[in-house]
């Protein structure tokens, strides 16, 4: 069964540090594109960051350019996100997904999605 899971979501003051991670289960991530979504509640699921399957090529939303960073580890089949200067406006469910085409911020290329993490930043 091809499975994502996400980790390392919490309640975390602004100005605060996280880091997700998504390990892969039943295939391996090395062959796909990994991004990172969010969705906070009455909003559109939006991109926040993908990587490509080598790593070699990385994609950022504005809002959190120079905040997050996306990393890769195919030797332990993982990806992570970390979270740096949160913002209350960071609050979401945050999910990654696995693409078998480029990196991009684009929800529909995207054919494996986990089941998200919830991130708050809030005093």
């Known amino acids: 069964q091809l499975q994502l899971v996400e980790s390392g979501g919490g309640l975390v003051q602004p100005g605060g540090s996280l880091r997700l991670s998504c390990a892969a289960s039943g295939f391996t991530l090395e062959h796909y594109a990994i991004g990172w979504f969010r969705q906070a509640p009455g909003k559109e699921r939006e991109g926040v960051a993908c990587i490509s399957s080598s790593g070699g090529i990385t994609n950022y939303a504005d809002s959190v350019k120079g905040r997050f960073t996306i990393s890769r580890d195919n030797a332990k089949n993982t990806v992570h996100l970390q979270m740096n200067s949160l913002k209350p406006e960071d609050t979401a469910v945050y999910y990654c997904?696995?693409?078998?085409?480029?990196?991009?911020?684009?929800?529909?290329?995207?054919?494996?999605w986990g089941q998200g993490t919830q991130v708050t930043v809030s005093s």
């Open positions: 997904a696995a693409a078998s085409t480029l990196c991009v911020l684009w929800t529909q290329m995207y054919d494996y």
